[in-house]
């Protein structure tokens, strides 16, 4: 029997640094994740904890974003479980911003409106209900 020959090391890998946004991420999400790392960094040193919240946070941002645009070309029978999704989302988005102990985007409600075809509201201004 003949010796086979061993195998070559394999290369020593860096590992992945933690704080970079995910591979999988597009660019505005990406964007996302830099935003809210900036924010947390502003008054903590981020730990896992932080990094688990962050990546809930943006994949629900992710799918909030996908849903609402959706939602213009969404027909009469989709626009009810569209809602329901994003209201689902939306109450992901803020546990994971209470989580990370920042704001959730402003945008998106906005975002929302005009893909309604409505103007957002100026809530400054609101009286509560009597």
Known sequence: MAKQPAAAPAK???PADPLRPPAGLDKAAA???RRILAA???EREPNAMH????RRY???WQLFEKTA???PTASAAELDSLSQALARLDRLL???SADLGVTTPEYRDDKLMRSLGAEPSDASNWQ???
């Open 12 to 14: 020593k890998r860096k």
């Open 31 to 33: 964007a996302e994740w």
């Open 40 to 42: 947390i960094r502003k």
């Open 51 to 54: 990094l688990a919240a962050l």
């Open 58 to 60: 943006i994949s629900a």
């Open 69 to 71: 645009a959706a939602i």
């Open 94 to 96: 803020r546990n994971a």
């Open 128 to 130: 509560s209900w009597p």
